[in-house]
Structures are given as structure tokens and as C-alpha cells.
């Protein structure tokens, strides 16, 4: 079965501490999608980054990195120097089989970065 | 990157009446369209995926004939909740395929009373 798991809620950190959001999954593909997405009080989602299966390689943007382990099956998220703006629901999600579009949701993990 | 907008932004509509959500792919064309909804605090359960020109595929559980989805033209699909309930108030959120990838709108608060 396809699922995606964050098993953090909540995460509440102070400005400029670093905070990793986790996404553990499970799925039967071998050539699958895995994504982020940022969801601030406005309720717009934000695409964050796009990961091929087959590339493990790890990824850097600005502040944002993420550690992208088959093995484990995680595809975890680290916020650097965490800013107050970082305060938002991110969700991880998962390609459905098939090349059918569809994604599969977490259950989102609250970040909120107190000043 | 690909634009998708959503109207209205947020709509009140009374019990027993429908109410229509336009969704947009602005600068691509979305063969593929998928409707979500999200109850506060929860994540994003899809609804049904709406195809260009045919009938669209509903997830388990999704009344066909209360939400109506309309997808006329590759860059227009139209998500109609029909005879509104309260229990319907929610986040309504669209997203277009392009390339396997889904571009997601701003999303629709409806709230019915």
C-alpha cells in the first residue's frame, strides 16, 4: 500500500535554531516521486522540491536541504537558521503507481518559529 | 513556473444552494485537473481528478452527483457543490498536471450556513 507518514504534528523552534521535518514512506513502485510542499496561513501551497527515485543524491537550497534515503525509505526536510516566515504546515507527499498524477499526502508537520 | 487560479477565493452560500469553483491553468494547458478538499488542521484528501473532455474519476467515498467537476477546455474545470450542507464548509484546492507534476491553486474557502 502507498502511504506517507510524518509523525511530527508539531514542531515549535526558535528563530535561527535548525529543525528537520520527517517523511517516511512506503510504496511498491520502483520508479516513484516524492515532493515537499510549504503551506503558509494563506492556504496556497508552495512547491519546495521534486525528488526522483533514483536520485539519491542530497539537496541543497538556501537554507533548505533534504537527506532523500532509500534504505530507510525517508525523504526528510531541514530548515537552516530557521526564520519566523518558516512558520507554516509542510506535507510530504508521494507519487501514486502508475504515472497517474495523483499524489499521496502526509499528514503535514506545524512548524512554528517563535521569535 | 505553471500558474493555476481559483474562483472565488471565498464563497458563503446558504444550506440547499450549489455553489461553482472555477479552476484556471493560466500560462499551460491541464489535460489532467485534480480537486481536493482539506479540513482545518488535516492534509489534502483528493476528491476526484477531472479529464479534459471526459467524465471525471471519483475517490472512494466522494458523492458524484453532489460535487459536480466540469472540465470543458484544457485550461477550465469547474468543481459545483450541489445543495449544500454545512458539513461541506471547506478548503477546496485545485491543481493542474503538467508533465506529472501538479501545480496547485490558491484554493477556495467556502463556508455554508
Known amino acids: 500500500a502507498q502511504k506517507v507518514t510524518q509523525v511530527q504534528t508539531e514542531i515549535s523552534v526558535v528563530e535561527k535554531e535548525d529543525v528537520t521535518l520527517d517523511c517516511v514512506y512506503e510504496?511498491?513502485?520502483?520508479?516513484?516521486?516524492l515532493f515537499w510542499y510549504k503551506q503558509p496561513p494563506s492556504g496556497e501551497l508552495v512547491f519546495l522540491i521534486r525528488?526522483?527515485?533514483?536520485?539519491?543524491q542530497n539537496e541543497i537550497s538556501g537554507r533548505y536541504s533534504w537527506n532523500f534515503q532509500k534504505s530507510t525509505s525517508s525523504f526528510n526536510f531541514t530548515i537552516t537558521a530557521s526564520q519566523v516566515v518558516d512558520s507554516a504546515v509542510y506535507f510530504c507527499?508521494?507519487?501514486?503507481?502508475?504515472?497517474?498524477?495523483?499524489?499521496?499526502f502526509g499528514q503535514g508537520t506545524t512548524l512554528q518559529v517563535k521569535p | 513556473g505553471a500558474v493555476v487560479s481559483q474562483h472565488p477565493s471565498w464563497v458563503i452560500c446558504k444550506s440547499g444552494t450549489s455553489v461553482k469553483i472555477e479552476c484556471r491553468s493560466l500560462?499551460?494547458?491541464?489535460?489532467?485537473m485534480f480537486w481536493y478538499r482539506q479540513f482545518p488542521k488535516q492534509s489534502l484528501m483528493l476528491m476526484a481528478t477531472?479529464?479534459?473532455?471526459?467524465?471525471?474519476?471519483?475517490e472512494q467515498g466522494v458523492e458524484k452527483d453532489k460535487f459536480l467537476i466540469n472540465h470543458a477546455s484544457l485550461t477550465l474545470s469547474t468543481l459545483t457543490v450541489t445543495s449544500a450542507h454545512p458539513e461541506d464548509s471547506s478548503f477546496y484546492i485545485c491543481?493542474?498536471?503538467?508533465?506529472?507534476?501538479?501545480?496547485f491553486g490558491p484554493g477556495t474557502r467556502l463556508t455554508v450556513t
Open positions: 507527499a508521494l507519487s501514486e503507481p502508475g504515472n497517474t498524477g495523483k499524489l499521496i
Open positions: 510504496t511498491r513502485d520502483t520508479t516513484y516521486y
Open positions: 525528488r526522483n527515485s533514483f536520485d539519491e
Open positions: 500560462d499551460f494547458q491541464a489535460t489532467t
Open positions: 477531472s479529464n479534459e473532455g471526459s467524465k471525471a474519476t471519483y
Open positions: 491543481s493542474g498536471d503538467l508533465a506529472y507534476e501538479q501545480y
